[in-house]
């Protein structure tokens, strides 16, 4: 009666009955298989899967299980005789065994996912087969890489198979940027929500690689971005996958890409393996995107109706209800002299968009501002303080008003913090006594502008106060040695724990002018 099943089931499948028939072949060759184990083998959805097993004779050992062996032959002309179809880079994975255990170890202790990110982790081995892919199908010595997100650590493994090669990562994730900086291998880490933008630092890079939420708009947004980081050469590695069993939903997001005009020069199905994400078979496949002539018009276009909700879950999943920020409004906005973000029209304030606040500085100078804040972007909280000079910031965030400590720490020699259940005020502090304090205020003061930039000119002038002279170089060379990471970046892309470093680092180099000048 099983064999029937069986039959009928693979027969129903059709063409695709290919996956089924692998799936039947391991459940006979004698191992015991976990239903997640046999769901990320085969790249069949778990719902696929459980159909099969409900139909085949199976004995078990725990929650796991195999057809006995005195009835695999039953099933043997079922069976997919030939493997799947062949992994461009497994021949190379015997000579990297030592960078797959690092790899094991290093995702092992890496922060815990965040279902609001729609974060799942993909397996050890296919971080590095990214890493062996790249390098097999591009030149890498010297080039720039930037990782579109990175919870699965690719960048990683990348600096662990080509050091030559410089990698950048741009998240949201405050801890996944603390753990990658503390590896010590070199990679750039910088902080960015891509729903308000990718920092200009994360620009020009040869290739691009991101693995976003898998949603249409969270892909389309994700590889906007990921063209915007992007020489006019370069490529994007896109990590996606649906069901076998909705195509529709595969054809919605290549519709997003066909409208980025993206030319596809090769899919590489079932590349990506996961632990989770089993309704998908707990794989994706690797798309490799060509920008076109008609790419970047088609980028702006995108991101010019850009929508903060592309999540399947929290607050900003594509189905949830937007919730608006906090409190009265007309009272919030009633002394500001600017408005940042979204707020009633009859309100007769001028009024700036979140992401033009958080890109470049507001051109006129204005004392009171008030920013409303959606929900799910709180992690912006700290930029969007930091990215003015007024004299009282008045934010009001969707949810109740609250600072983790970390993010007071770093706020805390630039205003004033006080919060009540609806709105956060902020009130710029006096310029503080002392070379460091002043040093570091001035940095923190230009937000936009590149840190290692304001720091040095800082320094000339505590410098020229003390009555000695401080050339560039020499300013340049204190703060690469106390703060390396702080080239070419702004106080609004650093990484929360680089903010928080920052004022030892710049008490070291006042410290060191005495021995310097």
Same mark, same amino acid.
Request: aromatic residues 4%; charged residues 25%.
């Given at each position: ?362 051109? !006129?100078?204005?004392? /009171? *501002?008030?920013? #409303?804040? +959606? $929900?799910? %972007? ?5 930029? &969007? =303080?930091?990215?003015?000079? !007024?004299?009282?910031? /008045? *934010?009001?965030? #969707?949810? +109740? $008003?609250? %600072? ?5 720490? &770093? =706020? ?14 902020? $009130?710029? %502090? ?88």
């Amino acid at each position: 009666m099983e064999r029937d099943g069986v039959e009928r089931l693979l027969g129903e499948a059709g063409v695709d009955s290919r996956r089924l028939r692998h799936a039947l072949m391991l459940l006979c060759d004698g191992q015991w298989w976990s239903l997640a184990d046999l769901v990320r083998e085969t790249a069949t959805s778990r719902r696929a899967i459980e159909g099969l097993l409900r139909e085949v004779e199976l004995e078990r050992s725990g929650e796991r299980f195999r057809v006995p062996l005195m009835h695999s032959g039953d099933y043997q002309a079922m069976l997919a005789l030939t493997p799947p179809p062949a992994d461009p880079v497994a021949h190379l994975l015997p000579h990297y065994e030592h960078v797959l255990e690092r790899l094991q170890e290093l995702i092992a202790k890496a922060p815990r996912a965040r279902h609001v990110l729609d974060h799942v982790s993909a397996t050890p081995e296919t971080v590095l087969r990214r890493a062996l892919l790249l390098g097999t199908r591009f030149w890498l010595p010297g080039a720039r890489v930037l990782c579109v997100g990175d919870h699965d650590l690719t960048s990683l493994a990348l600096r662990l198979v080509h050091p030559e090669a410089e990698v950048t990562v741009a998240d949201i994730d405050e801890r996944i940027l603390a753990y990658l900086d503390d590896q010590g291998l070199g990679v750039h880490t910088r902080w960015a929500d891509l729903r308000l933008g990718l920092p200009a630092s994360a620009r020009g890079h040869d290739l691009a690689i991101t693995d976003p939420p898998y949603t249409p708009e969270g892909i389309g947004l994700f590889v906007a971005r990921a063209v915007e980081g992007l020489k006019d050469d370069g490529r994007v590695l896109l990590a996606y996958g649906a069901s076998e069993r909705t195509p529709a939903l595969a054809l919605k997001v290549q519709n997003e890409l066909s409208a980025l005009n993206l030319a596809y020069e090769a899919i590489y199905p079932d590349f990506n393996r996961y632990f989770g994400a089993e309704a998908i078979g707990s794989a994706a496949d690797l798309y490799i995107l060509r920008p076109t002539s008609k790419t970047r018009p088609a980028v702006a276009a995108r991101l010019d109706r850009l929508a903060t909700a592309i999540y399947t879950q929290g607050p900003q999943a594509i189905e949830s209800v937007p919730k608006q920020a906090g409190g009265p409004p007309h009272a919030a906005a009633a002394d500001a002299d600017l408005l940042v973000g979204d707020w009633p029209k009859d309100l007769p304030q001028p009024r700036v968009k979140l992401t033009t606040w958080l890109a470049k500085p507001y051109a !006129a100078s204005v004392r /009171r *501002v008030a920013v #409303a804040l +959606p $929900a799910g %972007l709180e992690a912006a909280l700290p930029r &969007v =303080l930091l990215a003015t000079r !007024a004299e009282h910031v /008045r *934010v009001l965030p #969707a949810e +109740p $008003a609250s %600072l983790p400590v970390p993010v007071r720490d &770093v =706020l805390a020699d630039v205003y004033d913090l006080t919060a009540d259940a609806h709105t956060l005020e902020a $009130a710029r %502090l006096p310029q503080p006594d002392g070379d460091a304090a002043q040093v570091l205020r001035r940095i923190l003061d230009h937000g936009h502008a590149k840190l290692a930039n304001t720091w040095r000119e800082a320094l000339i002038a505590v410098a020229r106060a003390q009555g000695a002279t401080l050339t560039k170089n020499d300013a340049r060379a204190l703060i690469r040695q106390s703060a390396p990471w702080s080239e070419g970046v702004t106080p609004l892309e650093e990484p929360l724990h680089r903010l928080a470093a920052l004022p030892a680092a710049v008490a070291e180099t006042v410290a060191r002018l005495s021995t310097t000048t």
